[in-house]
Each structure stands twice: as structure tokens, then as C-alpha cells.
């Protein structure tokens, strides 16, 4: 089973600033990873599938890269609205495991 | 509209019952996966497993497996998530996602069901 770890646990970032969010997988997972936000007591929104390609509606200060074991999501500029936490998943394979999430919080 | 629309919150005791639902509509049902996502509560996510409706394939993550039971009926495009034992430690959100086949994300959720399981 392919394990998901993500980094840092917890961002701290100030309004209009670039966050960069990491998720490493244990094995390749070629690029079948996808991106999620989630805010407080809200249903998780996909970001980003295929590693890569933007969900229909996410803005464009949101991109995603890698391939294989290595991950990023970055965030532009940081709207107020993008404080959430993030999570990614593996898809390439059973079972779909999901990252255990960075936080990205108001500095 | 796309939407999945699942039940109602639940308030069960350890060892009842339970069969939680999530009905789709907007869409061709037995085109998409269903999955099923864990959320406990001020955790993260867990994929708990998945059906694709057209026939009936079911997947579950070995953490669940044999703890629950996924199920769909393909004439009213509602999938299902039922338990035969309760245990406190079910106390959780339950989300039902699809994707499409072959897979892809998860782009369309349900509102979530809460259960809570106390004695």
C-alpha cells in the first residue's frame, strides 16, 4: 500500500503571499494525484487532478505539479478565502489514500 | 445540476444497525464510480472503498474491509454504506464522492452524513 506524506503539517502565510504545499509518495505513482481543499465544517472541493490539470472553476492561482513521488501544489497569491486545509490523493492504484493534509493558516 | 444528495444524520447506540445512502442525479449514475470517504471528528480524510454502479465492482481500502459494506441500487441511482455492528469509534462524517472511470478525482460530494454511535 502507497503511503502519502505531506509537508509542512502547517503553513503559515500572510495575504497575497505564494504557498508552496508538498505531498511525497512512497512508491510512484506516475501522475494520478489529485488536490483537495477543505475549509471548516465544508465539504472537500477538488483542486486539481491528473497532478496537474486545474477541476472545472478553480482559479488559476492554483497549480500543481510532479510526477512519479514527488508533488507540489502552489498557491499564487494567497487569497483570504484559500485558508484550508489540503489534502492529497493517489489514484493510480487501489486503495485511493488520501495525504494526512497541510494546513494553510493566516500569519 | 450534478449532485449527490445523502441521508440524514444518524444517533445510534454500539452494536445497532446502519445503512446510510447517497443518491445521485444530473448524471449518467452507472457511469461514475462512488466512493466512500471517513472524516472523524478534527481528523483527515480516509478512503474507506468504492462501487461503480454499472456492475456493481466494489473496492475497499483494508481498513475497512469487512467493517463495512458498500452496496448499490442501480434503479433509484442510490449508493449505499451500512454497518451490521456499530462501534463507538464509527463516530464520523461519511462523504460519498464520484469519479469517473478509468479514475480520476473526486469531483462531485456529497454534504456528508454524520453518525454518531454513543451508548
Known amino acids: 500500500e502507497i503511503v502519502l506524506t505531506q509537508s509542512p503539517a502547517t503553513l503559515s502565510v500572510s495575504p497575497g503571499e505564494r504557498a508552496t504545499l508538498s505531498c511525497r509518495a512512497s512508491q510512484s505513482v506516475s501522475s494520478k494525484l489529485a488536490w483537495y481543499q477543505q475549509k471548516p465544517g465544508q465539504t472537500p472541493r477538488l483542486l486539481i487532478y491528473g497532478a496537474s490539470t486545474r477541476a472545472t472553476g478553480v482559479p488559476a492561482r492554483f497549480s500543481g505539479s510532479g510526477s512519479g513521488t514527488e508533488f507540489t501544489l502552489t498557491i499564487s497569491s494567497l487569497q483570504s478565502e484559500d485558508f484550508a486545509v489540503y489534502y492529497c490523493q493517489l489514484y493510480n492504484n487501489w486503495p485511493f489514500t488520501f495525504g494526512p493534509g497541510t494546513k494553510v493558516d493566516i500569519k | 445540476e450534478v449532485q449527490l444528495v445523502q441521508s440524514g444524520a444518524e444517533v445510534k447506540k454500539p452494536e445497532e444497525s446502519l445503512k446510510i445512502s447517497c443518491k445521485g442525479s444530473g448524471y449518467t449514475f452507472f457511469s461514475y464510480w462512488i466512493g466512500w470517504v471517513r472524516q472523524m471528528p478534527g481528523k483527515g480524510l480516509e478512503w474507506m472503498g468504492m462501487?461503480?454502479?454499472?456492475?456493481?465492482?466494489?473496492r475497499y481500502s483494508p481498513s475497512f474491509q469487512g467493517q463495512v459494506t458498500i452496496s448499490v441500487d442501480k434503479s433509484i441511482n442510490t449508493a449505499y454504506l451500512q454497518w451490521s455492528s456499530l462501534k463507538a469509534s464509527d463516530n464520523a462524517m461519511y462523504y460519498c464522492?464520484?469519479?469517473?472511470?478509468?479514475?480520476?478525482?473526486?469531483?462531485?460530494w456529497g454534504q456528508g452524513t454524520t453518525v454518531t454511535v454513543s451508548s
Open positions: 464522492a464520484r469519479t469517473s472511470s478509468p479514475w480520476s478525482g473526486l469531483d462531485v
Open positions: 462501487i461503480f454502479p454499472g456492475d456493481s465492482d466494489t
